[in-house]
């Protein structure tokens, strides 16, 4: 029997410059993810851990008797966990199995929560949280596609406009104008405004003056900008 992977490797051959994926299925018929890498294939599993192996973090969070105090070496599985986590949700929003980019992206927010809460060490605590503002933006973003795909125009830029208020709790206002993926999430809503309707005028016209009324004046401004580009 040979173990030469060459025969299977020139069936799908690498392309440089380009992120390949796709989907596949197992002997017993449940999904798996395929990543072409330039050694060779990566593949995941779809449901549960990526390896196949058993969640930490589920174990940490369902086991009752599990004293909420991480050492070092539990912390270091939870980051190894994570890793592995994020390469699977960049495959899946790649394949547009945008649902499963969310589920991955709120099992490693939970993964910053607890080390953040119960590490022993400083280190432990901090070590993934400036990751933090990354992982939210791409479950916002597949949020926003998801709704996209159902073609719920309003419903995505509500869901980017309470991402971007996330984003502002959590860098700061002055930080936000500095932020990547503050930058990606207006450069998405503003794509979005100019899909609207125009029977969308009416509701944020009247949006801006309840706005005004208020002297909401930052949602005014935002308003204002929308309405700018129903024009346009």
């Not at 410059?17 to 990566?42: C, K, N, S, Y």
């Not at 929560?113 to 432990?124: K, L, Q, V």
């Not at 809503?189 to 930052?218: F, G, I, S, T, W």
Request: glycine share 6%; proline share 4%; hydrophobic share 40%.
């Amino acid at each position: 029997m040979s173990h030469d992977l060459s025969e299977f490797l020139d069936e799908w051959p690498r392309e440089q410059g380009t992120f390949q994926v796709r989907e596949v299925r197992g002997t017993d018929g449940r999904p798996l993810i395929q990543v072409r890498i330039d050694m060779g294939i990566a593949q995941m599993e779809v449901v549960g851990q990526p390896d196949g192996s058993p969640s930490i973090l589920d174990r940490l969070e369902h086991d009752d008797d599990q004293p909420m105090s991480l050492d070092p070496e539990t912390c270091q599985e939870l980051r190894s966990e994570a890793i592995l986590v994020h390469h699977r949700y960049v495959a899946l929003f790649r394949l547009k199995q945008f649902e499963g980019v969310v589920r991955d992206v709120q099992h490693n927010l939970r993964i910053l929560d607890i080390c953040g809460r119960f590490a022993e060490e400083e280190r432990d605590r901090t070590a993934m949280e400036h990751l933090r503002p990354q992982i939210l933006t791409m479950g916002i973003r597949a949020d926003a596609e998801s709704a996209l795909a159902r073609k719920q125009t309003r419903v995505a830029m509500d869901v980017i406009d309470r991402g971007l208020a996330e984003l502002t709790n959590i860098l700061g206002p002055q930080a936000i104008e500095h932020s990547n993926e503050v930058q990606l999430l207006r450069g998405m809503r503003d794509l979005l405004v100019r899909r609207l309707p125009p029977a969308q005028r009416v509701e944020l016209e009247q949006r801006l003056a309840e706005a005004l009324e208020k002297e909401n004046y930052e949602l005014a401004a935002i308003l204002r900008d929308e309405l700018k580009m129903l024009k346009d």
